[in-house]
């Protein structure tokens, strides 16, 4: 029987003990990074491919028209599974020692840790394929699709869609019951807010995880912390700007070639490793 227990084991034990969790000689900055591991044990919540909410992130004040539901991925879907794997203290710790250079650890997490995050996408496909049952990450296929700036996307017929996708992590873990968006639109879980997303669309009948909220922002206290952003794309009265957000982050882009990030809405803020008080 597959549980949420089961699942949880083997996810963790695949982000320890996987090689591209640490920093390697070849992409290490400095020395002293040899080594460094970039994601603690993920936590995960499971929602019903059925959720009526799916529909609901078509609205255009939510993911899109863009986005497709579990069952437009996978007919036979009956559940998604969802994850979050927090960042390290190597990751985190490092990028809070300056308001606007970005920490190495954050770079990498950024850059080779997404990748990372691709690859146990595709372990998990892989782990429930051997326990008899279909699985599909649609952000790890070749189908995802993601549209910057209106008009970048040659095969997406609507031009004026922007900063959308067919797939998105932080709504996906939203309905699954992770956690609640915050001011600076990341998503707050019980581990913070510090961390990359990643699911998977099985067609088993798992046990789903109750959401324990209603509200969209229960979870932040909009206290305004992550308006310290360097690039000035946070306010109270607009929350994020994903236009600011993005041109602030093709700075960093050039800055750090061949990687790049920012993350400092994610660290020096009440909800970095947890669901603030209020």
Partial sequence: MITIESITAALSEAVRSSEHNY???????????VGKRLYDDPIIAI???????WEEMKAPQAVGTLFRTPKEWLPQG????????PFSDFVVEGNKQDRVEVGNGWLYARVEGQAFLT???HFLEQWFESQGVKALSPY???????????????????KSLSFTSNWSERHVAFI????????????????????RFGSVIVDAPLEVTPRPYTEIYEYCTMCGACMRCPGEAITLAEGKSHTLCSAYVNTMRVKYAPRFGCGKCQVNVPCERGIPKK
Wanted: hydrophobic letters at 35%.
């Fill in 23 to 33: 920093v390697s000689e070849s992409m290490a900055l400095t020395p002293e990074d």
């Fill in 47 to 53: 929602g019903s491919a059925d959720d009526p909410m």
């Fill in 78 to 85: 009956r559940c998604v599974v969802s994850y979050f794997a």
């Fill in 119 to 121: 690859e146990i996408n």
């Fill in 140 to 158: 790890a296929s070749e189908e995802f699709k993601y549209v910057f700036e209106a008009g970048s996307c040659d095969d997406i017929a609507d």
């Fill in 176 to 195: 699954c019951g992770l956690g609640t968006f915050g001011l600076s639109k990341g998503l707050i879980t019980r581990r913070g807010v510090a961390g």
